[in-house]
Nanobody
């Protein structure tokens, strides 16, 4: 199978920065799209930013100009640089894989949406 491991969350003051990492591991796998979703208390999970395997990014309007997503395919890792953080960015950020193909033995498996664990981001004074 494939594991998506998120790291880099924490507590930061408004206007500060954080960098999240989403590292994928496993054997014989491919991930078309990697990225981040977030969920604040009492709110639905929402897309933050995604990036395709060829490097095409997509951002939620609320983070455009402040967040930058990148991807290192050799390391199977996506990064989210978050600048000018606001209290409303506070949420659990979930690592996401879209279009994940992998082998278990000789059996090929494909999942349209694949989730890693979350990492807490808190923006507060």
């Amino acid at each position: 199978q494939v594991q998506l491991v998120a790291s880099g969350g924490g507590l930061v003051q408004p206007g500060g920065s954080l960098r999240l990492s989403c590292a994928a591991s496993g054997s014989a796998f491919h991930i078309n799209t990697m990225g981040w979703y977030r969920q604040a208390p009492d709110k639905h999970r929402e897309e933050v930013a995604t990036i395709t395997s060829d490097g095409t990014p997509n951002y939620a309007d609320s983070v455009k100009g402040r967040f930058t997503i990148s991807r290192d395919n050799a390391k199977n890792t996506a990064y989210l640089q978050m600048n000018s953080l606001r209290p409303e960015d506070t949420a659990v950020y979930y690592c996401y894989g879209g279009g994940v193909g992998y082998y278990i033995g000789s059996s090929y498996n494909y999942e349209y949406n694949y989730w890693g664990q979350g990492t807490q981001v808190t923006v507060s004074t």
